[in-house]
């Protein structure tokens, strides 16, 4: 019979507890979806690398003997070695301005067990006596290329026409970025392409040699100990950069995606979940209160203590149920276009979803933990009354003076209602708390997701229309003397500023701290390339010192003062090391960098005026004209055109910013539950002196107005509450998705705080609205002549 | 002199789901200024539905009830809160007071929205309750509470107070000093007190006893002596 009493009292108040169901859903999507994300991705990348026997360590190197590779293999702790060839070449296709740029890829056919082998998908085994190719499947299919089609490339400054012969996918570029400092794939102008080792020697004409090398380790072997064998055998052969796994940029950013889906899926269900548990909370206190004499006459009956307990415990554990059930099902419904998502940036073989009952029982059992010690907490009181006490009714609540009558002129602004609503938000401080946090959580979470959207754009368009500020730069595939390459570009029709800069990859080291980065040499007056402050004030870059990125400073543990270590393959002598001091810290969010003075890096490096790179300003017009002329320059590395750049960037942000509705939708739900749940609460609560108040003439309005004066009171501090609350969310949410290529900046803008303020305001308005209608249904006669 | 309250053919009936229960069946009355009028009648009678419309609590569900020539039978929800804003003044048994506002500031959220109250000090003094205007309804007896609640309804300076068993929750004493306050609004404001009450002692100080039985008004007693407060026992 109680069971029928369950049903029937949640039927009463259906609306109340669908909001608190809503809430736990929503709580449950997060986890379960992105919980099921975390392991697909997870289970993908490690049987990826497995089957593809993913390398723990590179190498770039000038240029070794490929006969050196099975002396390097015998070093101790190295399981396995290959060396390779690695070169960006340029692609020639018709219908196409933009630079396109292929990376080729030597592969030894005859070996076996290759390091970070390629699956093939499509397509037959390489020929060794061919000029042919596979290709990576996101360039295949963004080109519409076909099997046994000829491209047509630029390598050395020759034209080769190479055939491909297959497609397919590379544990090396499941995230490929073409440079570091790229943020997203473009398949449209960045390709992979993997060709026979002997066929890459004879189309680059590098002899015996090979330019990168790649190993893995054996078992229980530490990197740093291999590393350190590694470096006196390649240095003699030009070594540029040799680092671990953990460093390779498209290892890296999918880490650091699963890291942050991680905190993602750890905390924020968390705080759905308070939420959802408070209301519970209060929802079932109030009951137990209104049916304070219902309990007397059960336990008169003689029914235990242990059976009231279930009875009102069964109310939690139908919430709790019916919301982990649908929050489970839907989370694992979406995990299944987040995973569709996740296969467009991430490029792996495997990566996808299926019905997980682990996340679904493991939700069900979350929502059950938060349910039933909410529920509990909400009904205990009723149970330790003695029968004849629970029958009669509760003591009357005592009306008092509260602190704030004391500020008088306050007080005396106030119509009779408005008291009323501050009076009562201490009669009941727990239910004023929950308005109160309930209402900062629904703030933080509308600024957050604007702020993140407003940011990263800011940042974005502030390094294309602030910071780099040239129109075309031509990457150099070796430094060449700056004077030289000035004259020449000089005299290009429309040009109207070159400046040359110089990227050198350097080590950074201080103390026991050390970091790879590329320093950045630009001239003093650069008009092309600005350093800003953080005040957005333009510094010259230093003649004597150093500049370093907010980042690198927090990373090498470093402040303004301190002397720096600075080691680079680039220098004229690579045994050697020199100090700078760091004159200045920078904040900057698009890559990791350190800036000096282009001829102070020369001289540091012991170099003479070169140059790595040319940043021009021109006439839009010309460009491709530059484009056509240099193409074929085995000197020009990439001509790279800034503002069709931008132009991609902005079309892939677009596509990004539906998780941010998704979140918005999230806030405004959550406020609008709080905000209608507590006022449903009040209604019960309160209905005889809502009753009283209609039946002396107030409209309805104006008895609502009570309950509303004391709900936008909280909520206007609520919202203060949520701007550093928001703080805090966005300070732990950059430390989970900052990273080398990306920092994310922790000031929340302006918009954000103002769409929060009004989306906030919006639901507490919508739900007051709705619930308004209920103090129109309130029975005046029954409720005033009901004893008290 | 014109009756400020007609009632003709007035119906009340309500759908308990499958069943139409008629709570007031045709009744008619005339009712004037100044008037003290008692409604008698059994427990289920019918005569809280009748105050309820009497007070613009309810809409009725036929016939034709008048207030000052304007229909009240036709009018909405909008006019009807008008109506009680401006015309009527309640008091219930259980005296409805916001336990969070205290004694002057019950009886302010009455006056604020009324269009010509009566000074609070004044019915106060009235009440006996000057020295009590700070006191919150916890501190102050049944009596006094009810004393509180009779005041807030007076200080509208309704034309009409409607009280429905205003002594049901007191003892003898206090229910007569009630009374009298009744009695006295009656007489100095020249004021309409309507009192619904099933104890018969109450009726001999009314001018006129409306007896109500099974929805329906069976007769009127006409009292040409009505007894002071003093006087009635019950």
Known sequence: MLRKKVIRD????????????????????????????????????????????FADGFAEIQAIPYSEMDHLKKLKGIDNLQGRLVKDVKLVLKDQDKNIYLRLISIDPTQENNINEMVLSQGIPLDRQEMNIWVDNKFFE???????????????????????????????????????????????????????????????????????IVFTLKPNTDYKDVEELLIPELKPYGLKNIFARKDQTSHLILT????????????????????????????????????????????????????IRRHYLSYALIIGTIGGVI??????????????????????PGLNSQFSLKYFVMGILLSLVFA???????????????????????????????????????????????????????????????ILLGIAFTFSLLALPWSMKDLSQQIIFDQFEKIETYDVKVALSHPLPQKKVIWELNHFPGMKRVETRADIPVTLKHNWYKKDVVLIGLPQNSHLYNILDETGHKMAPPKNGILISGRLAKLLNMEVGHSITVESLMMKDPETTSKVTVVGIIPQ????????????????????????????????????????????????????????????????????????????????????????????????????????????????????????????????????????????MLIGMAQSVSNDVYSMPTEMTAMSLLYAFLLTSGSIWLAQKIAAKK???????????SKE | MAPILVAKNLSKS?????????????????????????????????????????????????????????????????????????????????????????????????????????????????????????????QLSGGQQQRVALARAIAKNPDILLCDEPTGALDFQTSIQVLKLLKRFCENYEKTVIIITHNAGIAKMAHRVFYIKDGQLTHIDHNENPVPPEAVSW
């Open chain 2, 14 to 138: 309500y759908q308990m789901g499958e069943i139409r229960v008629d709570a007031l069946k045709d009744v008619d009355f005339e009712i004037y200024k100044g008037e003290f009028i008692v409604i008698l009648g059994p427990s289920g009678s019918g005569k809280s539905t009748l105050l309820n419309m009497i007070g613009g609590m309810d809409q009725v569900s036929a016939g034709e009830l008048y207030y000052k020539g304007n229909p009240l039978h036709t009018a909405d929800l909008k006019k009807l809160t008008l109506f009680r804003r401006h015309t009527v003044g309640f008091v219930f048994q259980f005296y409805n007071l916001m336990p969070n506002l205290n004694t002057y500031e019950n009886i302010s959220l009455a006056t604020e929205i009324a269009e010509d109250p009566l000074s609070i000090e004044t019915v106060l003094e009235e009440v006996g309750l000057s020295d009590r205007a700070q006191h919150f309804p916890s």
């Open chain 1, 327 to 348: 929050g489970g099902l839907l989370g694992i419904w979406l995990s299944f276009p987040f995973t569709t998502l996740y296969q467009i940036y991430f490029n792996m």
């Open chain 1, 775 to 785: 103090i129109k249904k309130l029975d005046l006669v029954e409720v005033l002549k």
């Open chain 1, 256 to 307: 650091q995606e699963i890291q942050g889906l991680e905190a993602m899926a750890r905390s924020v269900p968390l705080l759905f979940l308070a939420v959802a548990g408070m209301i519970l909370y209060i929802m079932l206190k109030r009951m137990v209160q209104q049916q304070r004499g219902q309990i007397g006459i059960l336990k008169a009956f003689g029914y235990t203590r242990r059976e």
């Open chain 1, 372 to 434: 039933i010690f909410a529920g509990y907490q909400g009904c205990k009181k009723a149970l330790t009354l003695q029968p004849a006490e629970a029958m009669r009714p509760p003591a009357p609540h005592r009306g008092k003076k509260i602190i704030l009558e004391k500020v008088s002129f306050f007080w005396q602004m106030l119509t009779v209602q408005g008291k009323m609503a501050i009076r009562n938000m201490t009669r009941n401080p727990g239910r004023s708390l929950f």
């Open chain 1, 142 to 212: 963004t080109h519409q290329l076909k099997l046994a089609q000829e491209i047509e490339i630029i390598a050395s400054g020759k034209k080769k026409n190479l055939r491909i012969v297959g497609m397919g996918k590379s544990p090396e570029y499941i995230y490929a970025l073409r440079t570091a400092n790229d943020l997203f794939p473009t398949p449209e102008t960045f390709g992979i392409a993997w060709m026979p080792l002997e066929r890459m020697k004879t189309l680059l004409g590098t002899g015996e040699t090979v330019n990168n």
């Open chain 1, 589 to 728: 969010y698009l890559g990791l960098n350190a800036y000096m003075e282009i001829e102070a890096l020369n001289t540091l490096l012991g170099q003479k005026n070169i140059t790595t790179s040319i940043m021009l300003r021109m006439n839009e017009s010309d460009i491709p004209a530059l484009q056509k002329a240099y193409n074929q320059s085995s000197a020009i590395d990439a001509i790279d055109h800034q503002a069709s750049m931008l132009a991609q960037i902005k079309e892939l942000m677009a596509s990004t910013s539906a998780t941010i509705y998704i979140m918005l939708l999230f806030g405004i739900i959550t406020g609008f539950t709080v905000v209608y749940n507590s006022a449903i609460i009040t209604l019960s609560e309160r209905n005889r002196e809502l009753a009283s108040m209609m039946v002396m003439g107030m409209t309805p309005a104006e008895v609502l107005s009570v309950i509303t004066f004391e709900q936008w009171f909280i909520g206007f501090f609520a919202m203060i509450l949520g701007i550093p609350l928001t703080q805090l």
């Open chain 1, 10 to 53: 949640l039927k009463e108040n259906k609306g109340a507890y669908i909001a608190c169901i809503t809430v736990i859903v929503l709580g449950l999507i997060i986890f379960t979806s992105f919980s099921m994300v975390i392991d697909n991705l997870h289970l993908a990348q490690t049987r990826f690398y497995n089957q593809q026997n």
